[in-house]
């Protein structure tokens, strides 16, 4: 187990992304993207993001387990169900599609492209350590969810 594994919650890892996102936008050109077009991508990606995040959480809630990033071993029960259908992490899905739509509200292709070193972050020391902790808990119920479900979509 690495030292970063479980260490920052995702929503400060998002806050940093945003932030370097933010960041890379004052030292480079922005990029002339159509407006309308543009708009309307970060109106799409931010309506997927709080279907996926909103239903994420509600779900867990509802089934009465944690929702606590940083201690996936309190979790009381394999959600399986709602969001969880699509996507076993909807909530870091919807914690993407916000990123991406701040990027293309920067206008900015440097921005959105580090956009794409959260998922492998995320993946390393935020989601891969969730499942061990779920295949510890779970067992062979979380193998089969996880060979009948997608990672990320």
């Not at 990033?69 to 699509?86: A, K, W």
Request: hydrophobic letters at 50%.
């Amino acid at each position: 187990m690495s030292k970063m594994e479980l260490k920052i919650p995702p929503v400060g890892i998002f806050l940093l992304f945003g932030l370097s996102m933010w960041l890379i936008t004052r030292g480079t050109a922005n990029h002339d993207f159509n407006m309308a077009f543009r708009m309307t991508l970060i109106f799409m990606a931010l309506f997927a993001s709080a279907v996926y995040g909103i239903g994420g959480i509600m779900t867990f809630k509802r089934a009465g387990t944690s929702v606590h990033p940083l201690e996936p071993e309190r979790s009381s029960i394999l959600v399986t169900h709602g969001v969880f259908r699509l996507s076993r992490n909807p909530m870091y899905l919807a914690l993407l599609l916000t990123l991406l739509a701040w990027g293309l509200y920067l206008s900015n292709l440097y921005a959105l492209a580090i956009c794409v070193l959260f998922v492998p972050y995320m993946n390393r020391f935020q989601i891969r350590p969730e499942e061990r902790a779920m295949e510890k808990l779970f067992g062979e119920s979380f193998a089969d969810y996880r060979r009948s479900t997608r990672r990320w979509l």
